[in-house]
C-alpha cells in the first residue's frame, strides 16, 4: 500500500516536473512588473532617505557607493529585499518606514539610474 | 548475475549532462523577468526559496543516511523494516518536488550568472545545472541494471555535495546577510 502511494507521488512529482518545464518555456514577466517606474517618486524618496549616506548621486559615504555597483545583486528583488529588512548595525531596515511601492520605487531609481544595470 | 557493463553508466552521464546543459543554456538565453513568483506564507520569494532549499536539505540528509544504511554502511536501525526503501524513495522525490519551484524562480526570474567575477552568483548558477544533471543521472541508474555497482552511490553522492553546496551559496548567503530568520 505505502510502496503503491510512492509509485503514484512519483508519477505526479514528475509530471509537476514536467509542467515545471513548460512554464519555464511559456510564462512572460506580467505587464504590470515591466512597466516604465516612476522615477521621480524614486529619486525623491532616495534624496530623502538614501542620500545622507550614500551620497546625493549616489557616489558613497556613511554608507557604500550606489552609482555604478550593486554587483552584488542579481535582481531588483533582491535590492528590495535588502532595502527592506536592512542589515543590523550596518544600515537600517525601511520596510516600517516606506511602503512596498515606494520601496520599489526607489529601488528602480538606484538600479536603473544610479547603477545602471 | 550479468556483469558490470559501462554502458548503462555511460548513458546515466549523457543524460545527466544533457540536462544540466538544457538547463544552463536555457538560464543563458532566457530574459530573466527580474519578478517574485511563488512565495506561499513567506514575505517574499527569497524568504521562501531560503527555507525550501534548506527543507530539501535536511530531507537530502536522511536520503544519504537512510542510503548508507540500506547499503549497510550504519548500523541503525538495527532491523531495517521492510518500508524504508519506499520512505528513501518518497523522500527523495519529496525533496524534488520542493526544488521545482526554487529551480523556476531561479531560471525564469533570475538567469545563469556567466559572469565569474559574481563568484557566488556563478558558481551558484553552475550548481544548480550540476545538481540537476546529477540527479536526472542518479534517477537513471537507480531505475537501470547492469551498471558498476560504484557508480549510484558516486553519483548519490555528487547529488548530495551539490546540494550542500547550492545551500551554501543561496541559503546561508541568505540567513547571514538579510537576516535570520528572514520569514
Known sequence: ??????????????????????????????????????????????????AGCHGAGGEGGIGPALAGGLARFGSTEEVVVFVSTGVPGRMP?????????????VVEFVWADLAGR | MSAPSPRALWYALLLGG????????????????????????????????????????????????????MWGKVPFPRDMPSWFGDVHRLSGTLAFALSLPVAFHCLWALGFEPDISELRRFAHSLLGCLFYGAFAAKVTLVRSHGAPSWALPVVGGVVFTTLVAIWLTTSLWFFTTIGFPAI
Open chain 2, 18 to 69: 544533457g540536462v544540466a546543459i538544457a538547463v544552463g543554456v536555457y538560464g543563458s538565453v532566457h530574459d530573466p523577468a527580474g519578478q517574485q513568483t511563488i512565495s506561499l506564507f513567506f514575505s517574499n520569494t527569497l524568504s521562501f526559496k531560503a527555507w525550501t532549499t534548506t527543507l530539501v536539505l535536511l530531507l537530502a540528509l536522511f536520503q544519504l543516511y537512510s542510503a548508507l544504511r
Open chain 1, 1 to 50: 500500500m505505502f510502496e503503491r502511494f510512492v509509485n503514484v507521488f512519483q508519477v505526479l512529482v514528475a509530471i509537476a516536473a514536467g509542467a515545471t518545464v513548460v512554464l519555464l518555456l511559456t510564462v512572460s514577466p506580467t505587464v504590470a512588473e515591466v512597466e516604465s517606474p516612476d522615477t521621480a517618486l524614486g529619486s525623491d524618496l532616495f534624496q530623502a532617505n538614501c
Open chain 1, 93 to 105: 531596515g525601511f520596510e516600517t518606514r516606506l511602503g512596498p511601492d515606494e520601496i520599489n520605487a
